[in-house]
C-alpha cells in the first residue's frame, strides 16, 4: 500500500508537525488548510464536498489524518453552529468519502471527551464532556468509529514549535510570566497533561505506517505527556528554566471561569506504549526549547 497521506489543519500547530514528520518519514504528504493555506499547503474547504472529493481524488492517499477543528473551549462556547459546521459535520463529509475510497482515517480528537471526575481514562471508557468542545469532538468520534478500520487518537492539552505565544493553550503563559510589572492570576486547579506534537506526530506516524503494513490500526487510541501540572505549575516552570522570577504569579484553587473544564482527564496511555515503545518529551526540556526564540534576556 503507498505511503501517501493527506493532513487536513495542515497549518495548525499539530497539523505542521505532522506534515514535516510524515514528510521526513518518506511519506507523499499534502497537508491542507483553508484561511492560512501558504506555501506547499493546499487550500481546500472541509464543508464543501465537491473540494474534499476533488483533492482525495486527485491525491489518492492511503491515509487521512483530521487535525482540522476549532479547539478553543471558549470560542466553541460563543460559535455553537461554526464549530458544529467544523467538528462535526465536516468529519461526517470527510469519513464517508474516505469509507467509499477505502482510506484510513485518523481522527485527532481530546481528553475533553471525558468528565474528569475519575482518571486516568482507558480507551474503552464512557464517555461524559462537560463543554460544547467535549461534546462536538465525541460526535466526531463516533462518526469516525462507524468505520471499523478507522482510528482515534485522544490528546490533551498540546505544545511545540509556536509561531506566536497565543498559538497554544501552555505557551501563551508566558507572557504573563515575561510581565513581572504586575500580579498575574494563573489557575491552580484543573490538572493537566502538556504534550509535545513531536510526539503526537510521532504516534500518528506508527498508526499510519501499521494501517499500510497491512495491520489492525483502528479503534481508539490515547496519547499524552506524563507530567501532571496545573497552568499555575507550568507557568513556574517556564519561569525556573530561564531564571526568571515567579513571584507575580498568583495561584486560583477555583476551578477556570468560561466553559466548564473538567478537573483531572488525565489518559491511559499503556496501549500505545506497548505497541510502539515511545517515550513522552520531559516538560521542562520541552518547553525551554519552544520558548527560547521568544525569550530575549535583559540587556540583550
Known amino acids: 500500500m503507498a505511503k501517501r497521506v493527506i493532513v487536513t489543519g495542515g497549518s495548525g500547530l499539530l497539523g505542521r508537525q505532522l506534515v514535516q514528520r510524515f514528510a521526513s518519514d518518506e511519506w507523499d504528504c499534502l497537508g491542507l488548510a483553508y484561511s ?13 464536498a465537491s473540494q474534499v472529493e476533488h483533492v482525495l481524488d486527485d491525491f489518492q492517499p492511503s491515509v487521512v489524518v483530521h487535525s482540522a477543528a476549532e479547539r478553543r473551549p471558549d470560542v466553541v462556547e460563543k460559535k455553537p453552529e461554526a464549530t458544529d459546521a467544523l467538528n462535526v459535520a465536516a468529519t461526517g463529509l470527510l469519513a464517508e468519502l474516505c469509507s467509499k475510497r477505502g482510506i484510513f482515517l485518523l481522527y485527532m480528537s481530546t481528553d ?3 468528565d474528569g471526575r475519575n482518571p ?43 509561531e506566536n505565544l497565543g498559538e497554544s493553550a501552555v505557551t501563551t503563559l508566558f507572557s504573563a510570566v515575561l510581565d513581572s510589572s504586575k500580579p498575574s492570576k494563573m489557575s491552580d486547579y484543573e490538572r493537566r497533561y502538556p504534550t509535545h506534537v513531536a510526539d503526537v506526530a510521532q504516534v500518528c506516524v506508527q498508526l499510519a505506517s501499521t494501517h499500510v503494513a497491512g495491520k ?38 477555583q476551578p477556570s471561569g468560561g466553559a466548564p473544564r473538567p478537573y483531572d482527564c488525565h489518559l491511559d496511555t499503556s496501549a500505545t506504549q506497548q505497541a510502539y515503545h515511545i517515550q513522552s518529551t520531559p516538560f521542562t526540556g520541552g518547553i525551554k526549547q519552544v520558548l527560547e526564540p521568544f525569550y530575549k534576556p535583559v540587556g540583550q
Open 36 to 48: 492560512r493555506a501558504r506555501g506547499k499547503l493546499r487550500k481546500v474547504d472541509l464543508c464543501d
Open 112 to 114: 475533553y471527551v471525558f
Open 120 to 162: 486516568p481514562y482507558k480507551p474503552g471508557d464512557t464517555t461524559n464532556p462537560l463543554n460544547t468542545y467535549g461534546q462536538t469532538k465525541r460526535d466526531g468520534e463516533n462518526i469516525v468509529l462507524k468505520q471499523a478500520r478507522n482510528a482515534v487518537l485522544r490528546v490533551p492539552v498540546l505544545y511545540g514549535e509556536i
Open 216 to 253: 489492525a490500526a483502528g479503534g481508539v487510541w490515547h496519547w499524552s505527556g506524563s507530567e501532571c501540572l496545573t497552568k499555575y505549575s507550568m507557568a513556574c516552570a517556564m519561569a525556573e528554566v530561564f531564571n526568571l522570577s515567579s513571584s507575580h504569579l498568583v495561584p486560583i484553587s
